[in-house]
């Protein structure tokens, strides 16, 4: 029997009535200037949002990887200020593992190589680590003595954290272990499997944002009147609307196609190829919303600002756009032309 390749209806009516309740503006504001909000996380933990996609008789919540990718699109779209793609990243390293999973906020490490493993002591230092400031484990693989790589769980109370922010004001930290005890488990998983998920899942926040773009700048040049009639009826304006339209749809249809594909299999071009659009895709979004907004797009109280640094900021999470093509194209290379990769409805060539 086929897997389920749709979102569940009413985990998308859920998700998008739930999180536009409750993370207005105002709200995502404030926990940029404060930090971490427990109240916030446990609201999102009641609805069992972090872990959708993650057995439930192995901790998680159920549902696919498209009711996943549904959570993600939604929480972009709503610049949801808590660490869900990061949470649900860390349960799949545990579950792939064997490991059990336990409620609370959860990050990775998506570059471990600064780590060292001795025994089940950790040691060593890692960069960029989202939302270590707040998550109560950090999630990694790293390489014992043997050079065999070990799923590894660590208390983040137990490490140094020094304190930094990403483009749109979030926890991105640095971290220190000293000789840290940790929980580790064998498991077949690699880093670049790691980073493969976490380029989908970014990928459809990205998408989220776009949409979320284009319905607010589409809103403002209906309103907003110049010249006795609104700025949405100039074709200059249009054009950046159709840009808009047409750079959320084709992210959220690339994702979505990644999405169907990685249930069948590893599904690697079709991620890279996602994330590679929604890098590229984010860039126009942004200028195509700031031009058609003019000086009240750059406003600390208009809310164009909190996607548009998001977006900015994610175009460098799990690959950039440059080392995603690199990747593309050495792959085209290998396999000496692009039709099959572009028309096979199932994950194709390698990357």
Known sequence: MSEVVRRDPDLVRL????????FTPDVVTTVENAGFS???????????????????????????????????HGAGEYAVPLPLAETSLAAWLLTCAGAPVEPGPMTVITDSTRLRLD?????????????????????????????????VSVNAADLDIEAGTDLAGMPRDRISAAHVEVQTWAGDVTADALLLRGALLRSAQMAGAMTAAFDLTKRYVEQRVQFGQPIGAFQSVQTHIVELAQASASTTLSVDRAGAAALRGPASFEIVAAKSLANRNAGLAVRAA??????????????????SRRLQGWRGDFGDEMTLNMRLGAAMARERGIAAAVTSVGSTVAV
């Open 38 to 72: 427990p109240g916030l996380w446990s609201s999102v933990e009641q609805l069992g949002l972090p872990l959708i996609g993650i057995e439930e008789d192995l901790g998680g919540s159920g549902g696919s990887l498209l009711d996943l990718l549904a959570v993600g």
């Open 119 to 151: 025994g089940n002591r950790l040691s060593g230092t890692a960069g960029d680590v989202a939302w270590a400031r707040g998550a109560t484990r950090v999630v990694a693989i790293v390489e014992d003595g043997s050079g065999s790589s070990r799923v």
């Open 290 to 307: 700031h031009q058609a907004h003019g000086a009240i797009g750059m406003t600390r109280e208009y809310s164009l600002q909190l996607l």
């Open 15 to 22: 998700v998008t009535e739930f999180f536009s309740q409750t």
